[in-house]
């Protein structure tokens, strides 16, 4: 079955999966019903649902020193097999020093954010970092069961003088390129902001440093759901312990 065929196959309900069609053939009761000696009592249709998106927003300075990163619950990594390079902070930075090749780095925050997503974070650069990259994910799902990701990565490349925007289609090593810019570099301070905005038909990727707009891309098939996260490709752990990130904040809506 293919991705779409799944979400196509499937609405969500309450935090759950149900087949498409299912809903409409279990008609709701009414809110209250009435009960001999004139009483009523409520249904759980009475009970309002929790909204499929929310407003989630989210900080950190990376003040703990932990492999992988938790933050208490707010910070996950499911995998064990492919990506199995977790992401840890120290000395209030945070790493990916176990990453190489396609076997990034990852995490996504845990609980409810909306669709539309902004992330600003803050870079560090202690030094050279070779063919190290920083990440920033937008809209990212992960699934244990088969150890897949869907994501946007906004992949920072200092070592290429370029950012792109790459969307992950599952399987490690799966991707589209969607679009790359040369841009100066990453200096230690440097802060970098990456945005999704928009319905799956007409989605809006900005991305800036220091405030300023290097790169902007609509995807007109976009994923439409997921929590932001963060990245990272070491290249080599000597040289990936001099790039990483020392603050990242995000807000959402939708």
Known sequence: MTRTQLVLGFVVVAGGLFPAGAIASTPCPPATVSVQGGASVSTPCNQTAPPASG?????????????????????????????????????????GLGSSGYNDSVAMLTGTYGRDQTITATAYRGGSSGAAEIELHLRMRMVPSSEEIYTYEVDICPSLGAVALVKWAGVQGQFTRLAEVTFDGVADGDVFTASAIGPGNSTVFTIKKNGKTILTYTDTSAFTTGNPGIGFDAGTPSAGQNLGWTSYSVTTAN
Do not use: L, M
Not at 76 to 81: A, S, Y
């Open 55 to 95: 407003n989630g927003s989210y900080s950190t300075d990376f003040s703990q020193n932990e492999n992988p990163i938790s933050e208490g619950g707010k910070w996950e990594n499911k995998f064990t097999r492919t990506f199995a390079a977790y992401v840890s902070t120290s000395g209030g930075r945070a790493f």
